[in-house]
């Protein structure tokens, strides 16, 4: 079985606010770029340790994983085999703000 997967409400909102703006252009291509970013995040169930490490933070229980040029930014909660996705981030923004674990 795998490891519960948690989207935090400021990944959430990263990914209501791309696929609002991919949907300006292409609402097909914004409905496929959500469900990509979803099914990747969801697939972290079941390989939690595949992503690397964030470089910026270079905390071991803070990793990512790349789809095109967003990055999955997820926090691994090893006591409750759960994974708290914590950002959708397009690699144009810079930096990425990470909310504090809770």
Sequence with gaps: ????IVIAPSAQFDLADTVRY?????????AR???ELITRAENL?????????VPEFRQPNLREIIYRSYRIIYR???DA??????????AARGFPRIPSAN
Excluded: T
């Design 1 to 4: 079985m795998g490891w519960k």
């Design 22 to 30: 991919v949907a300006r252009h292409n609402s097909d291509a914004a």
């Design 33 to 35: 770029l959500g469900y």
């Design 45 to 53: 169930a079941n390989f939690p340790e595949i992503g690397r490490i």
């Design 76 to 78: 691994l909660r090893r």
């Design 81 to 90: 085999q759960r994974i708290d996705i914590v950002r959708f981030w397009h």
